[in-house]
């Protein structure tokens, strides 16, 4: 009997239930192994290190360990810890390298072990580990992470860093067997000169100099041999969206675009696709840190999101990834978790304006409608149009004035950011823009542009907010005078709805300031209120509230409770609140000859705009 999945006609049996019939697959050996290779090689460096722990009872245990190999012990122990240390965690994630690595470091410390030290548990344990990894080799199949060759920059600015900070330790280690009293000067000449493979000015007595000189050799070698393996190994970049990826993505849009309010930003082109095996829904995805991030809900017909989903599991289990998914709806998350077994957490609420029910009058309304009108009294006007409308010297002059208005060096932006303005693919997408003449008639290279705001298409009668830049120059209000004049003129440009920011954590701050509020919910709202010096938590929110919108709520999928900070801090680096990036040589002489991408609201210049109004 076969079983057919989202129109897949093959007769094979989907991965899904597959893996549903299969059974869990163990997850205790690689565990278990990078465990051991953990504390193996931290034994390993302790025994390298510190004369004392070698002539221990410890010693006794450490002498029968992988890397502690006779006369060379201190130097090849410390390699082999660092180098176990340096596989452990690529064990623990199922890697392939890291078990092809392991398999050749252990059969030849078992030799050595034979050789210098004629240990037979020594290397009993070294083929115990061994067997270990070749009975249970098929749980070690993960493809690699993507990368680039700022890897070995990376690795040598690490590695280099605490092979100082070690070998200070080691030619600290042995304070009984020193000459004189030499400086800290001399200590970190001595390291430096030994990471090269020479002798330094601090001198030993007792053959200590051979353990030192050794051990740091060893430790400069680590160095360069890591790094020019990661110099030279083939690079595997992050996924990026093709042309007929694209193609695909915008024709499915078409048809259910209006079903997400987040379905448009699919379409940023450092995101990765998979699709359902019928090609009818996919989901778009970056890869952070080892997680495989995901953001809004699958795109297309929601009976093909399974297949879409499917795929993006099987995905993220041959990379051993952490698959995480970001503001999807409601309904998003309900198919998330029934199809995957992944758990949701509320994330915070979409604020979404009824067109036809948003008024500046009533008391409510008075505050914004004062802003407004005090702008409008100051002499600037507005234009709210679709990007196709606008000439090509008008799209550039805004394309330069969103770029040198932006808050940050840093662009940001991932679930809620297109990054970019007037692709020929997005002339449905809307710009509001602030217009005023200065008073002294000086020119502008933007012109008498003071500020932007950019809506990307949400099916065909919507439209979600993208990117707020103005002109640090123009009045504060600029951002509510934009939206007020958007959502005014959508009748005109037959759009129904308006779907500004997304506002994180907005129930428990609009709980916690009520009345009854308990001593919890009042502590959270209070570490919130904190958080928002940096993170517009609080100011969004209250930000949004003026327009009395409607709040959607948006979910966070994950598959482990464990997983959530780890999660919070991929998702924190893709919206660019961190960058771990080293800088790339003539970035901005190259950025500034060629048009930025645009970025995401939250900026904190954009807060500072927010606060001041």
Known sequence: ???????????????????????????????????????????????????????????????????TLGPLSAALSLSAGVLLLLLAHGLKRHKRRAWRAAVVLLPLGAVAQFVWRHSVVGVLLSLALLALLLRHRNQFAALPDPRSRWKAVANFVLMGAGSILLGLVIVSAHPRRVIGSPSLTDRLEHVLYGLFGFEGPVGYTGGADWTVGYSLGALGMLTALTTIYLAFRPEHPAARLTE???????????????????????????????FSPSGKAAVCYRVVSGVMLASGDPIGDVEAWPGAIDRFMDEAQAHSWTPAVMGCSETGGEVWTRETGLDALELGDEAVVDVADFSLSGRAMRNVRQMVKRIERNGYTTKVRRVRDLSDGELA????????????????????????????????????????????????????????????????????????????????????????????????????????????????????????????????????????????????????????????????????SRDLPRIGFAAMQAEGFVNLQLPRPFARRRAAAEPRPCAHIVTPRTDREISAA
């Not at 078409?254 to 930003?265: E, I, N, P, Q, V």
């Not at 005014?488 to 509020?517: C, H, T, W, Y």
Request: with cysteine.
């Open 397 to 560: 002059r805004v394309r330069r004035a969103a770029a040198d208005w932006r808050g940050t060096d840093t662009e940001r932006g991932f679930s809620m950011a297109l990054g970019r303005i007037g692709d020929p693919g997005d002339g449905d997408a809307v710009i509001a823009t602030a217009h005023k003449i200065d008073e002294d008639g000086s020119p502008s290279p933007y012109g008498d542009l003071k500020a932007i705001i950019h809506f990307v298409p949400w099916g065909p009668d919507g439209m979600s907010l993208e990117l707020m830049r103005r002109d640090r120059s123009a009045d504060p209000g600029m951002n509510e005078l934009l939206i007020v004049a958007a959502l005014q003129d959508s009748p005109r440009l037959g759009i129904e709805r308006v779907s500004l920011n997304f506002a994180m954590f907005r129930a428990a701050l609009a709980r916690g300031e009520k009345i009854g509020a308990g001593p919890v919910l009042r502590l959270w709202r209070g570490l919130l209120v904190f958080l928002s010096r940096w993170f517009q938590i609080e100011s969004l929110y209250k930000f949004n509230a003026k327009f009395r919108p409607r709040w959607e709520p948006r979910f966070v999928v994950y598959r482990k």
């Open 244 to 274: 007929d990826d694209e193609t695909r993505l915008r024709a499915l849009l078409d048809k259910h675009g209006g079903r997400d309010s987040l379905g448009h930003f699919a379409l940023r082109r450092d995101k990765g696709v998979v």
């Open 1 to 67: 009997m076969s079983v057919t999945v989202d129109g897949d006609k093959s007769g094979l049996v989907p991965v899904r239930v597959r893996r549903i019939l299969s059974g869990p697959r163990p997850e205790k050996v690689p565990s278990l192994v990078g465990t051991a290779c953990t504390l193996i090689g931290l034994i390993d460096i302790a025994a390298g290190v510190f004369p004392r722990f070698r002539a221990s009872r410890m010693h006794a245990l450490a002498e029968v360990l992988p890397g």
